[in-house]
């Protein structure tokens, strides 16, 4: 019996002058015989030798986007309109809303839309509760005597602490887009442009 199957992926090996490259992916056609496979597209009778099994056809495996999937099922058990919940990154590094259900497609990058809090209409990506070594953070930073926005940047551990009471505040950000947000959103109450 042969070690591979029809539709099993396998890669080219061995290099012998048959057409086929090494480190190229094949998929085999027709059933193999002890020693030798059928390519799909090229034919048969090379050597099975040459060749190392990548996938084996039919096999069983989780979709890339499973996890998520059930998150999502998780939305949608709780209002009609999941996808709002939801965005996809963009090629430019932004985020982009859903406008309806998601495709799950395996090369687009969905996620859950951060959690925000409203701080007098401006919605601000909801801070952290728990930091993380190696990370690193921000805070809006009030009180310099200027007249423009200060952030503090920390990164957590190897000898810099992010100070707890800021965290227990709800002033740390793990972007500084974010902790830029939140300052303004604490000038407006006093600059009047809220």
């Known amino acids: 019996m042969s070690k591979f199957k029809v539709g099993d992926v396998v890669r080219r090996i061995n290099f012998n002058n048959t057409g086929l490259k090494v480190g190229h992916l094949y998929t085999i056609a027709e059933d193999p015989t002890l020693s030798s496979v059928h390519i799909r597209g090229h034919g048969g009778g090379f050597d099975a030798c040459n060749f190392e099994l990548v996938e084996r056809a039919g096999e069983n495996k989780p979709h890339p986007h499973a996890e998520l999937m059930a998150q999502y ?34 090369s687009v990058v969905y996620r859950r839309k951060p959690s925000t809090i409203n701080i007098n209409g401006y919605e601000v990506p909801e801070p952290v509760r728990v930091l993380q070594g190696g990370e690193t953070y921000y805070c809006p930073y009030i009180g310099t005597g200027r007249q423009e926005l200060d952030i503090a940047q920390w990164r957590h551990g190897s000898g810099f602490i992010v100070p707890r009471h800021l965290v227990e505040m709800g002033l740390v950000h793990t972007t500084r887009e974010a902790a830029e947000l939140h300052a303004k959103a604490l000038l407006s109450f006093t600059n009047g442009k809220g």
Do not use: Q
């Open 73 to 106: 099922a998780e939305d949608a058990k709780e209002t009609d309109k999941p996808w709002e919940r939801w965005e996809v990154l963009g090629n430019n590094g932004y985020s982009i809303m859903l406008l309806s259900h998601p495709t799950w497609h395996p």
